[in-house]
């Protein structure tokens, strides 16, 4: 499921932001961008495209609801960037 980019950074309508990480198995997981995947996921994204709170309850989203910023999460370094993925 290629639907979002590893590592993208992207906006809900609520205003946070979360960085999209692909997991081994290809499944994607939204983490706050500010920590990146050093905590557990806020999200994770099925394969139907919804955008599941992770291991609680709360307001299903889904990937339309993403917004790009176009920034990237440099999950070896912990930094933003503007690069492409």
Not at 15 to 20: D, R, T, W
Not at 42 to 66: I, N
């Amino acid at each position: 499921m290629d639907i979002l980019r590893s590592h993208g950074i992207y906006l809900l309508p609520d205003g946070k932001s979360y960085a999209a990480i692909k997991d081994g198995g290809g499944d994607y997981f939204l983490y706050p961008s500010a920590a990146g995947p050093v905590h557990p996921p806020a999200y994770e994204v099925t394969a139907e495209g919804a955008v599941k709170p992770w291991m609680s309850s709360g307001r299903v989203w889904t990937v339309k609801d993403l917004t790009d910023t176009g920034e990237t999460y440099g999950a070896a370094k912990g930094i933003f960037s503007n690069a492409p993925a």
